[in-house]
């Protein structure tokens, strides 16, 4: 097991401590220590409050005060100290009304979602595990602290890392817990787009996703979330780990009559373009027939995009995307291809548009868009060296 970030964190955890007050490793981190996972984040609770933390420490940030945790810098690295709290009424399913800070770590855990992740851990690696969290680990179980309903009443984000935690680590959702999510499923609608894809990415990308994404379908979430609801999702197949980018891109190039807004995701503009350049290739893919075609695919779209397409071929298939012959479409052709392209991007050829109107004594029109574009598959597919004189003599005999 790796104890290395525990142990770096544990100089904190003991200045904490000889204050006269309680601090244990907390969350995802004791659970992925227990499993014998990578560990990339610790996190730290406290019976100290935000402002006894900010005393106990020289250098502090305070990113969610309000809420009891504190950044403490030490050497450099950050960790979020974060006091035992209890929680209000959670009248909107996302978010508590009220917090109140306690000085009781039973209180504290019992307030947290599965019981894998309500396990308290002490600098001596000793665990305080109040709800048989351990077990379920063990078992490869995932239950909820205390109640179901109650805890996806609360947030009902919860019932997605349900899903996303048995997509990453492969466990059984206990049967009163799956009970629960099918009960409380309408209420992932209050949710806002942005945290929903943010557990919906990692989730597409664990490693059961295969067998997850049918549970989705049993629960119909897909119907209380923007953009998925305009798609008829039970005919999207998942076969395997996915991006995001990838299974949008799938659905709007398997339904284009739905016509779906990436706008109502909120994602990032650049993964907008990453989607389009997918249904992009679906489409030159329908036309795509030799070396040659396969050629101006790799210079356009580049290898990785094109490497990762390929990874998932029993996934478009099973979406009926073809991505062409394998004796063309593979692995090792496309590699080569790109290692033997003689341009990687436009700017690399030796003329511009400026050389060729004043070579011709002409004005610019979409003529010349079109004729840099010749020029450059010209180029790509070996029928032009890319010298200034040779463009120039091409140009003048294709004009």
């Known amino acids: 097991m790796n104890k290395d970030l525990f142990l770096k964190a544990a100089p904190i955890l003991n200045q904490i401590q000889a204050h006269g007050f309680e601090a244990y490793y907390i969350g995802g981190s004791v659970r992925d ?115 179901a309903e109650e805890r996806f009443t609360e947030d009902a984000l919860r019932i997605l890392r349900g899903l996303r935690f048995k997509s990453q680590l492969g466990f059984d959702i206990e049967a009163r817990t799956f009970k629960a999510m099918q009960h409380r499923v309408a209420d992932t609608a209050y949710l806002s787009i942005e945290r929903i894809i943010v557990e919906l990415t990692k989730l597409l990308e664990g490693k059961d996703v295969a067998h997850v994404y049918p549970l989705m379908l049993d629960l119909h979430f897909f119907d209380y979330v923007p953009f998925f609801k305009n798609y008829k999702m039970s005919q999207i197949k998942i076969c395997e780990p996915i991006s995001l980018e990838l299974m949008l891109a799938v659905m709007m190039y398997q339904q284009p009559e739905s016509h779906g807004t990436l706008k109502a995701l909120k994602i990032s503009n650049e993964m907008k373009k990453s989607v389009q350049i997918y249904c992009d290739i679906f489409e030159k ?97 070996h029928e032009l060296q890319n010298e200034q004189s040779e463009i120039i003599n091409w140009v003048k005999a294709n004009v």
Request: aromatic residues 8%; contains cysteine; negative net charge.
């Open 285 to 381: 893919l329908e036309t795509h027939s030799d070396k040659r075609s396969l050629r101006l695919l790799v210079y356009d779209y580049g290898l990785p995009k094109l490497s990762y397409l390929l990874s998932m071929q029993e996934t478009l298939n099973a979406n009926q995307i073809a991505l062409g012959h394998p004796l063309i479409m593979n692995q090792a052709t496309i590699k080569e291809i790109y290692n033997d392209l003689v341009i990687s991007k436009r700017s690399d050829i030796a003329i511009n548009g400026k050389i060729i109107l004043e070579t011709l004594n002409r004005k610019g029109g979409p003529w010349l868009k079109e004729m840099l574009r010749d020029i450059e598959c010209a180029i790509i597919n």
């Open 33 to 147: 220590y227990l499993m014998d996972r990578p560990i990339h984040d610790i996190d730290i609770t406290t019976s100290a409050s935000p402002d006894e933390i900010e005393t106990i420490f020289e250098h502090t940030i305070p990113i969610g005060k309000e809420h009891g945790t504190i950044n403490v810098v030490y050497q450099n690295e950050n960790y979020e100290v974060t006091t035992y709290r209890a929680e209000g009424e959670y009248k909107d399913h996302r978010r508590p009304d009220e917090v109140f800070f306690v000085r009781d770590l039973y209180k504290d855990v019992e307030r947290r979602d599965f019981t894998m992740n309500a396990i308290a851990m002490d600098t001596d690696f000793k665990i305080r595990d109040y709800f048989g969290g351990y077990e379920d680990i063990k078992q490869k179980r995932i239950v909820t602290v205390g109640p």
